[in-house]
């Protein structure tokens, strides 16, 4: 198990940026994937961006492609979401998963460990 502690959440204007960050402690870090998925209010939980163990692979979903960047830094056993150009459809609780996998896999079945999630409110 993984144990996940997310920072960087809050209110910005639309076109601002924010930048998430998730440190990890409790396993090791380097041997999964990690995610950043997204809850808005009645909405389902969806992901936002995921990366490989290595950082070589990653996966964005269609709506935050060229906005969104996710990177990692296993020496630091961290995860970053860098969001630019924010719109106020990405308003939504923000939260860093560790994955079961090394590779990218995009589902939430396939994050067993979960932060308690940050606030991001995009004003317009």
């Known amino acids: 198990q993984v144990q996940l502690v997310e920072s960087g959440g809050g209110l910005v204007q639309a076109g601002g940026s924010l930048r998430l960050s998730c440190a990890a402690s409790g396993r090791t870090f380097s041997n999964y994937a990690m995610g950043w998925f997204r809850q808005a209010p009645g909405k389902e939980r969806e992901s936002v961006a995921v990366?490989?163990?290595?950082?070589?692979?990653?996966y964005y979903k269609d709506s935050v492609k060229g906005r969104f960047t996710i990177s990692r830094d296993n020496a630091k056993n961290t995860v970053a979401l860098q969001m630019n150009s924010l719109k106020p459809e990405d308003t939504a609780v923000y939260y860093c998963?560790?994955?079961?996998?090394?590779?990218?896999?995009?589902?939430?079945?396939?994050?067993?460990?979960w932060g308690q999630g940050t606030q991001v409110t995009v004003s317009s």
């Open positions: 998963a560790a994955s079961n996998f090394r590779t990218v896999f995009t589902g939430a079945s396939n994050f067993g460990s």
């Open positions: 990366i490989s163990w290595s950082g070589g692979s990653t």
